[in-house]
């Protein structure tokens, strides 16, 4: 039983793996800044995750501001994860007329798209801005730090979505949205 | 008003990203009707995502991800083979109890079926299971996932009808091994029909040796699930500790996690939470656009001036969601149409616990059905079956999973029961 066992997980793996792991067995790593640091700030935010799970059980005294922490962490990953999601095209989609219209005209409705994602992205990386000044005069709850350190970290990550939003528009606007057309349902996969 | 929704389903249709479409509507509502300064928007966008409880969901979809890279899958499905292969239609049982192991530790269906159910597609293959029923009775066992706790979708559901998540997770149980039982009636059904007998004699040495090799693996849904029902870990603290065990196993027991697969992992998980995320902050500003304009009120009026019985209201709205789930992504259409639905059934005196796993239970059938349905693009790209020959294969197993979505929605202690006995 065991020596089939290990047979039937290297056929499983080489099998299972493209679809959840990597597109190949050999995990292909592309280098991009922002994947570093929401590599980073995703640790950091399993981390303290874990320091306020210990400090709780073990030491009897949650730190306050790990949670408070956690919660900003979350909202900056949401953000500058967000700028991996807009490099990539993966953003979930309802993508049923894409599916079905005939390629020319999906092409036409993949410009359109891809403009009103550049705009609200804009606009968003304009409100950023506008909030993080604003923010100024408020402190956090538990820290006394300003809240402008918050909405800069999603400033940030709406810049990196707009900047990845550009190139993305400016690479499919070269080939008349030839490529994006052929790659329609390739969005991440939650459910 | 109607420009707000006019513009919102246009958005959708045409295929914008569903963030972007939901946030864009806004944008016309506080712009143009409401004439509140637009970086609220983002503020409340951001407002959306800032809760503790949603923490558990990169956690969850991190566990779920080392879990199928190391190599505990395989595991599970030798265990599940030991300990009812000996059944008749025995590898369409293995494939529901792998699946209900399985949804112990992973809040997804896709992490199921691209996971687990790429073994166990491959194995009913080589023991000359017909394509379409290895196909069907794996897409539907993947749908127990996340009714089973852990589940992403509930985690949402929660933090958007302000409701328990560990009630939630508990009151899954029940419904989802109800899921596995009228799954494997419709296997000996359909084995007795086809002739089918069983795969494995049934020996204790058998069982004894896969289960020693499962222990670790198995830890997994105890820790989790225990920890959560005796109060141990907040939901959040448990999708921790399940992405520990899951490293502890991958990196240094069965050694099968390299550092690019670890970074690998890490980053595939940041993007999907930041697709799900986004939608979640999205729909909570669209949730605020539609409360404030009353127009969940109006849509709460306008359901109870048809009826008022808690029962049919239940109805009514499981076929809408049915239709929805028929072409929106499950996480998407809990944050868009909780904030909608929630006050009706308040109203009607639905426990908010069993309505959320009911929705659950009915997106994920929505998984099962055409034209969009994850789970069937999965698994036509896993058997290498043309799509609409999988949807045929898929749909005689909707009906266990309709009866099932019919007896949770009448008889409210299939879900309620667990939950009160744990949480008094």
Excluded at chain 2, 4 to 19: D, E, H, K
Excluded at chain 2, 64 to 69: A, E, Q
Excluded at chain 2, 79 to 107: P, Q
């Amino acid at each position: 039983m065991s020596g089939g066992n290990s047979a039937d997980r290297r056929k499983g793996d080489a099998v299972g793996a493209p679809l959840i792991v990597a597109s190949d067995q050999e995990v292909v790593i592309e280098h991009y800044p922002e994947d570093w640091l929401a590599f980073a700030l995703f640790w950091a935010l399993a981390f303290i995750v874990f320091l306020q799970f210990y400090t709780r059980y073990i030491l009897n005294d949650s730190l306050a501001w790990t949670e408070e922490i956690a919660r900003y962490g979350l909202m900056w990953i949401t953000f500058i994860g967000g700028g991996i999601v807009v490099r990539k095209q993966a953003n979930i989609a309802v993508e049923v007329l894409l599916h079905f219209a005939p390629p020319h005209i999906a092409r036409v409705l993949l410009a359109v798209v891809d403009i009103i994602k550049l705009g609200f992205i804009a606009l968003l990386a304009y409100f950023s801005v506008t909030i993080t000044d604003r923010m100024g005069m408020q402190t956090m709850t538990v820290i006394d730090w300003s809240m402008s350190y918050v909405y800069g970290g999603i400033a940030f990550g709406c810049f990196v979505m707009l900047a990845r939003q550009i190139q993305c528009f400016w690479r499919n606007a070269r080939d008349g949205w030839r490529r994006a057309s052929e790659t329609i349902g390739s969005g991440v996969v939650v459910d | 008003m109607t420009a707000l929704f006019v513009a919102f389903f246009v958005l959708l249709a045409v295929g914008v990203p569903i963030f972007i479409a939901l946030g864009v509507s806004s944008l016309v509502y506080t712009h143009f009707v409401a004439g509140i300064p637009d970086f609220v928007v983002l503020h409340r966008m951001a407002g959306g995502v800032d809760s503790f409880p949603l923490l558990a969901v990169p956690f969850f979809i991190l566990a779920g991800n080392l879990m199928n890279s190391a190599g505990i899958t395989n595991r599970i499905f030798a265990f599940a083979t030991a300990a009812v292969g000996w059944l008749r239609g025995g590898l369409g049982h293995v494939n529901v109890v792998g699946s209900v192991i399985f949804a112990g530790m992973s809040g997804t269906a896709v992490a199921d079926a691209g996971g687990l159910g790429t073994i166990e597609i491959k194995a009913m293959r080589d023991h000359g299971y017909p394509a379409d029923f290895s196909v069907g009775i794996t897409a539907a066992s993947s749908t127990i996932g996340p009714i089973i706790p852990p589940s992403l979708p509930m985690v949402v559901f929660g933090v958007m009808a302000n409701a328990s998540i560990g009630q939630l997770f508990a009151a899954g149980f029940v419904p989802g091994l109800l899921m596995a039982l009228s799954l494997m009636i419709y296997t000996t059904w359909y084995a007795r029909r086809h002739g089918i007998g069983s795969d494995q004699a049934f020996r204790w040495r058998v069982l004894g040796h896969s289960l020693i090799a499962a222990v670790p693996a198995l830890l997994t849904p105890a820790i989790i699930i225990g920890g959560m029902t005796f109060g141990w870990f907040t939901p959040t603290e448990a999708a921790i500790a399940a992405c520990v065990w899951a490293l502890i196993l991958g990196a240094l027991l069965y050694r099968t996690l390299t550092f690019r697969h670890f970074y690998k992992i890490t980053l595939d998980t940041i993007e999907t939470t930041a697709a799900v995320l986004l939608i979640v902050g999205a729909a909570s500003l669209f949730g605020w656009v539609l409360t404030t304009t009353q127009v969940t009120e109006k849509f709460s009026v306008l359901l109870l001036s048809i009826t008022d019985n808690p029962l049919l209201i239940l109805l009514i709205i499981n076929v809408l969601l049915l239709v929805v789930g028929c072409f929106m992504e499950t996480i998407a259409a809990i944050s868009i149409l909780v904030p909608v639905l929630m006050p009706v059934v308040l109203k009607v005196g639905i426990d908010p616990v069993q309505f959320g796993v009911i929705m659950v239970l009915n997106l994920m059938i929505g998984l099962l059905t055409p034209p969009v349905g994850m789970v069937l693009f999965i698994l036509s790209r896993v058997a290498n079956m043309p799509f609409d020959r999988t949807v045929r294969a898929v749909s005689p197993f909707l009906i266990p999973l309709l009866i099932v979505l019919l007896l949770i929605s009448v008889i409210p202690e299939l879900t309620l029961a667990v939950p009160k006995y744990f949480y008094r």
